[in-house]
């Protein structure tokens, strides 16, 4: 089944978008998780958010639950790998499945973990953000994943059943549900060191010797989500039209550029979503 409208991300950027095309009678998908949006629950207070004053995070989360679950608009809670233009339409990978839509919106939001040292310099050679996509090429190898949020425990248990060690670097305070042959190790990453490959993760306190090395993060940096998508100043770049310089693919909210609101990121949905549907409306 070919999908109008793959809207990546539950922010208000994402939900906006959803309603939006959803009105216009397109046939939505929305990858994203039901708690919505970590930047949206975690708010303590609101004064920003047209109509609904002094509201904090965890209720404006409810509002948007409820008018999204009145529209019948469900959360595909799964986390998307890549997306991949074809030409007239996209692939949408989750893992070894695989989704395709005729217009993605980008609705991702932004990781403010910066990457650290040597870790832009390595991916692809021996540094990726999937473990699950990429863990075929670790069977009897070492690996360490340093794992942002507790989705990164999953990644980690799934590569220890291929891989002969793996380190888990957790980088949030939490229990760790991992299988017990996986070494958690509780420190900072320094640096990604090595040559041709990356072969060793530098920890504040130790070295580790490793054959690959993942950053499971909130959001991954949208030019390893999809390849050939024009980024500027670690923004994607759109036009007025939410317009991407890819043909079907829009981009709003946080993902696209400051200021970092909801507001904006809901208006910016409206505007891709709108734009989506014209485009498909022409096709
Ligand atoms: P986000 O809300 O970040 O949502 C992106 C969603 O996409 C997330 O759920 C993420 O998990 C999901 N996602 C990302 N990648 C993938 C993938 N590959 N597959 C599937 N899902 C994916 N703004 C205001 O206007 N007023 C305020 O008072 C205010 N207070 C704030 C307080 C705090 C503590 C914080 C952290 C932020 C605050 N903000 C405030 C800023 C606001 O939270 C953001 O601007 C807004 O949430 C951006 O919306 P978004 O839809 O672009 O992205």
Known sequence: MRYDVAIIGSGPGGLSAAINAKIRNKNIIVFGNSNLSEKVVKAPKINNYLGFYDINGENLKNMFKSHIDKMGIEINEERVNNVYAMGDYFSIMVNEKMYEASTVILATGVEYTKPIKGEEEFVGKGVGYCATCDASLYKGKKVAIVGYNSEAEEEANFLMEIASKVYYIPM???????????????????????????????????????????????????KYLVPGLEVEDGHIKVDRNMKTNINGCFAAGDCVGKPYQYIKAAGEGQVAALNAVSYLDKK
């Open 172 to 222: 949030y305070k939490n229990e760790y549900d991992v299988d017990e042959n996986i070494e958690i190790i509780k420190d900072i990453p320094i640096e990604v060191q090595g040559d041709t490959k990356a072969n060793k993760l530098v920890l504040r306190n130790t070295d580790l010797d490793v054959d690959g090395i993942f950053f499971i993060k909130n959001s991954i940096s949208p």
